[in-house]
């Protein structure tokens, strides 16, 4: 029996999924007592360490944690579950750590973008049982903008690089944490558990020596997902949005089906977009949280789910905060929730009043999960205009000129899919939404969307130049050197693609097969 504590919040169900997929029984802490009496404990934390720590005051269970930890019993901690061993965090200063192990937890003050976010490796400092039936040059999944300094070498299993060398995983007596999420780093993650789960007691040396780990670019699937005219949830796709054939709703497959087809193919990442979500309510819309509860059961690597999250007051007037439809969604399995038309009314609203209310979805939701949660995504649509004097928006020089032989344009937000234009510019968004607590930007094009003719690389160049965060490239990938190209001729992290996927036309693994040697990818196993 593994004991799960659940402080309340982040994706819980992910480290439920993939320990229950190992065949073990979880318990869930209810009560101080569930720590005391724990056979084996796995801390798995996400979001905010003061958030963390004062709910671990208020629920008693900093004591019962500091003697389980000291009892000698096996302990599993994940990212803010590592962070919290230490004695103090840069994120909540005023508030102290379990102080299980001498060290701070500092943010990153780096070059890069922040939140490291994706699937990089490790330098491996020492021998562990945890690692047994690895090589060592795995890659893991990480999510953070903060990282542990040790003080003590000795305690360092693993250190990772971005910039700076952080200590990436922790090994003292039966203690084991993890800044990286095994659960959602696909099998290898999973063995990982399972080593620590099983108390495998051989320590494999391996063959794999580091010479520095680097970040991979991630290939993400995108899942458009709505309910057809029959009312069967189906995946479909638009032609710049419009995912209508003949009257009829495009149906490209089901959700959880391509989804699962989409890890065991190698995806770094899938994302779900409800994208009625802007009429429908979410919470109403049940299908949608089953389709992310089944996938969560059998895809261990992260899942992003978009569409409807905002306020809401239900037909009985009934009032919902975003952060309430966010928490079903992280409930039934998300790690990421993207915001799209609310983003742009909350941008309009900041640029207007030019305070920050506290209140807005990006802010509460990355209060209370993190900016690593929080990605915003943008529908942009190309104005043309033929000089950059007198257009109050981030203006471009542009190779692909306008009808009338326009050589600048701009990029107009939109909201509910395209359906209408706003007087907002894409990269302004962006900065914005960075500003209010946004950890990543999804950036589509309408324009380039479903036409297989390539990323926007002018688009994307604007707005990754613009921010902090990481962004990813979305629409118009139709073959594998698109990825190459908006990968060498821009500074993105991520690329999506949906059409070329659902319709085979070319597999992740041929995208994979073809960027390996000239961009660093997670290989596919
Ligand atoms: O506004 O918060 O309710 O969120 C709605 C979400 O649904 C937004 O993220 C919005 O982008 C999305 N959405 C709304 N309508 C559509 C539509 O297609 N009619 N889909 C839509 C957006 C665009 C991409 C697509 C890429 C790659 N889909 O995500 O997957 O363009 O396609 P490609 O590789 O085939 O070119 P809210």
């Known amino acids: 029996m593994i004991t799960l504590l659940d402080y309340g919040a982040g994706n819980v169900r992910s480290v439920i999924n993939a320990v229950e997929s190992l065949g073990e029984e979880i318990n869930v802490v209810a009560g101080p007592d569930d720590i005391l009496s724990a056979e084996k404990l796995i801390f798995p934390g996400v979001g905010n360490f003061g958030s963390m720590m004062r709910i671990l005051h208020q629920k008693s269970f900093v004591d019962p944690l500091k003697v389980y930890l000291c009892s000698g019993r096996p302990f599993f901690g994940i990212c803010l579950g590592l962070q919290a061993l230490f004695d103090k965090s840069e994120e909540a200063p005023e508030l102290d750590g379990l102080g299980i192990l ?204 978009g569409g409807g999250i905002r306020d809401y007051v239900d037909k009985d007037g009934k009032k919902y905060t975003a952060l309430e439809v966010a928490d079903a969604y992280f409930r039934s399995g998300a790690d990421k929730i993207s915001i799209g038309s609310d983003a742009v009314l909350i941008a309009e609203d900041y640029i207007k009043t030019g305070h920050m209310t506290g209140k807005s979805s990006i802010e509460q939701i990355s209060e209370v999960y993190g900016a690593q949660a929080v990605v915003v995504s943008i529908d942009p649509k190309r104005v043309y205009v033929s000089s950059p004097d007198n257009v109050n928006h981030h203006v471009i020089r542009t190779d692909t000129k306008g009808p009338n032989g326009e050589e600048y344009c701009w990029y107009r937000c939109t909201l509910k899919g395209g359906r209408e234009g706003r007087d907002i510019d894409a990269v302004t968004l962006a900065q914005v939404c960075e500003k209010l607590g946004a950890g990543e930007i999804l950036l589509n094009c309408i324009d380039k969307d479903g036409t ?74």
């Not at 990286?180 to 063959?207: C, M, V, W, Y």
């Not at 690389?457 to 604007?462: H, R």
């Not at 050197?481 to 996927?501: D, N, R």
């Open 102 to 305: 001498p060290g701070c937890v500092k943010k990153f003050d780096i070059d890069l973008s922040v939140p490291h976010i994706g699937w990089n490796g490790l330098n491996i400092k020492k021998a562990s049982r945890i690692f047994n039936g690895l090589r060592g040059d795995e890659k893991f999944y990480f999510v953070h903008s903060f990282y542990v300094e040790s003080e003590n070498d000795d305690v360092i299993l693993t250190t990772t690089d971005y910039d700076v060398e952080f200590t990436s995983s922790i090994h003292h007596d039966n203690i084991i944490a993890t800044q990286f999420h095994p659960e959602k780093s696909g099998d290898q993650g999973i063995l990982l558990l399972k080593n620590f789960i099983q108390q495998t007691r051989e320590q494999t040396a391996l063959n794999h020596v580091s010479r520095g780990t680097r970040l991979a670019k991630r290939i993400i699937a995108c899942l458009d997902v709505r309910s057809n005219d029959q009312g069967d949830m189906v995946v479909t796709k638009g032609d710049q949005y419009d995912v209508r054939e003949k009257g009829k709703v495009r149906n490209l497959g089901k959700p959880v089906e391509l989804a699962e087809r989409y890890y065991k193919e190698g995806a770094d990442e899938i994302t779900f977009l409800n994208i009625t979500g802007f009429r429908d309510f979410p919470l109403e819309d049940i299908p949608m949280l089953a389709v992310l509860k089944q996938t969560s059961k059998h895809v261990f690597v992260p899942l992003t789910i």
């Open 452 to 525: 297989n003719s390539g990323y926007d690389i002018e688009l994307v160049n604007a707005v990754k130049n613009a921010v902090g965060i990481p962004v990813i490239a979305s629409s118009g990938a139709g073959s594998v050197e698109h990825f190459y190209e908006v990968f060498t001729k821009t500074k993105v992290e991520s690329a999506l693609a949906a059409g070329i996927f659902h319709r085979k036309e070319v597999p992740i693994a041929a995208v994979k097969a073809y960027l390996r040697d000239k961009v660093e990818i997670r290989a596919i196993r």
